[in-house]
């Protein structure tokens, strides 16, 4: 397994800690199973919204843009954050910048790894119970 993280913006990142987070997530998910690349970009919201207008033909920011390929894949997903709108939803939820960016972080892991949400409500129930559940478990066990 292999996870790139490409820090796109003048914020400082303990990427080491994001991988590690991820990392966590994809064995408690997959066990031993190999998986091939894990790209995460993270950027500003004027990018975000230049590829969420792309690919989902809406041109507005958003916390996280989620691209799922196959876990059979070489690349099995993409995942790109706006660490500018994670910082203003921190300040909005009353979270660290730490939290809020790792729990947003988990959600994009979950779609790659298959959960969906849309439209589905018993989905959107589940994606968010198991984010939640990793994150406690992972972030605030440090």
Do not use: C, W
């Not at 991820?22 to 970009?41: C, M, Y």
């Not at 849309?118 to 406690?136: N, P, R």
């Amino acid at each position: 397994m292999e996870i790139t993280i490409q820090n796109a913006t003048e914020r400082q990142i303990n990427q080491k800690k994001l991988i590690d987070l991820v990392i966590k997530i994809l064995e408690a998910e997959l066990g031993d199973r190999e998986v091939g690349i894990l790209n995460i970009k993270l950027t500003d919201d004027k990018e975000i919204t230049r590829i969420n207008e792309q690919f989902r033909g809406k041109a507005e920011p958003t916390d996280i843009l989620s691209f799922e390929y196959g876990l059979e894949e070489e690349i099995i997903g993409d995942i790109v954050l706006s660490l500018e709108r994670i910082a203003e939803q921190s300040e909005e939820f009353g979270y660290s910048f730490e939290e809020e960016l790792s729990y947003i972080l988990i959600h994009g892991i979950l779609h790659i790894l298959g959960y969906e949400h849309q439209g589905d409500d018993t989905g959107e129930e589940e994606i968010f119970a198991i984010q939640k559940e990793y994150f406690q478990r992972y972030f605030e066990e440090g």
